[in-house]
């Protein structure tokens, strides 16, 4: 005759040894994960091919303010305003080609660089909008130095990560009188729950201790706490309606916080970064008006 209770207890048993075990390859699918986001693969840069957009590129360094040096390209403005472009994760500054064409065809002087550890520049790690904040104010600083830009004339774009870590940086840089977030982030810690949360805290907490291990000030990633300190500075928030990465109900948490003057544009049919793919003409007129409205008509 069986025993109701000992085959009680050997079911508890059982199921706690699975929790467990779950647990542990949860731990290590984190942490796995984690180092991913740290060390992403290298995207090696290609030079774009000569043309009139692009006319005058010039390859350009500067460093940040904790040591790495960071490789760029510019091109000379022809109006006195600038635009530093800020790329996502993964990639490098080639992958924001056209929104400098875009804009240099319009006669802005745009800066296109690698982030740390991306591309051509220094860097053993990526840090997700906290390190980068360095890089982005040091571009800042680099075109504001530069005979043809009027530094009260200083846009900043960023997409994915770069449009957080832009978001973060125009939060506190006056310097910056527009920006433009495409694909961005409202948090850090919301953003890894959102890709990696399949099973809640079992599954994102083991990247977020990853990352925090690294040295990531997970909790300062958080560019939704300070919309409103843009403080009239024109804001233009662009996402995908199909985007897996960035989704719209982040975005538009992004949006709600913002104080005015702002504007979001959903893109109908894209994903993440496929903006130029499926509307290019009016992503490139966005991009121009939001801007010109910004820097053109500066004192």
Not at 161 to 190: N, S
Not at 279 to 294: I, Q, S, T
């Amino acid at each position: 005759m069986k025993n109701p209770l000992r085959s009680r207890v050997l079911v508890f048993v059982a199921s706690l040894l699975c929790v467990f075990a779950a647990g542990g390859f949860l731990a290590v699918r984190g942490h796995r994960i984690g180092q991913g986001l740290l060390h992403p693969p290298h995207v090696p840069v290609e030079r774009p091919v000569a043309s009139l957009e692009l006319s005058g590129l010039e390859d350009v360094s500067f460093s940040s303010v904790d040591g790495l040096t960071l490789r760029g390209w510019y091109v000379p403005s022809r109006n006195q305003a600038a635009v530093v472009l800020v790329h996502g994760f993964a990639d490098n500054r080639a992958q924001l080609l056209f929104e400098a064409r875009a804009l240099a065809r319009a006669g802005y002087g745009v800066l296109l660089f690698d982030l740390r550890a991306h591309g051509e520049s220094g860097g053993d790690r990526v840090t997700w909008g906290d390190g980068e904040r360095r890089d982005v104010t040091a571009a800042l600083d680099f075109v504001s130095k530069r005979q043809d830009v009027d530094p009260a004339r200083l846009g900043l774009f960023g997409f994915s990560m770069g449009g957080t870590t832009a978001l973060l940086v125009a939060e506190t840089d006056v310097r910056v009188k527009a920006v433009v977030a495409a694909g961005a982030y409202p948090a850090l810690e919301a953003d890894v729950y959102s890709g990696y949360g399949r099973w809640g805290a079992f599954s994102a907490e083991p990247v977020l201790w990853t990352l925090r291990h690294a040295g990531v000030d997970v909790d300062a990633v958080r560019p939704i706490d300070g919309m409103c300190q843009l403080q009239g500075r024109p804001l233009l928030l662009v996402n995908g309606d199909v985007d897996p990465d960035a989704p719209a109900k982040l975005q538009a948490s992004l949006f709600r916080a913002a104080c005015e003057p702002k504007s979001l544009w959903v893109v109908e049919g894209a994903g993440h970064g496929e903006y130029s793919r499926v509307a290019p003409e009016e992503y490139a007129r966005r991009l121009r008006e939001h801007f010109d409205r910004a820097l053109l008509n500066a004192g």
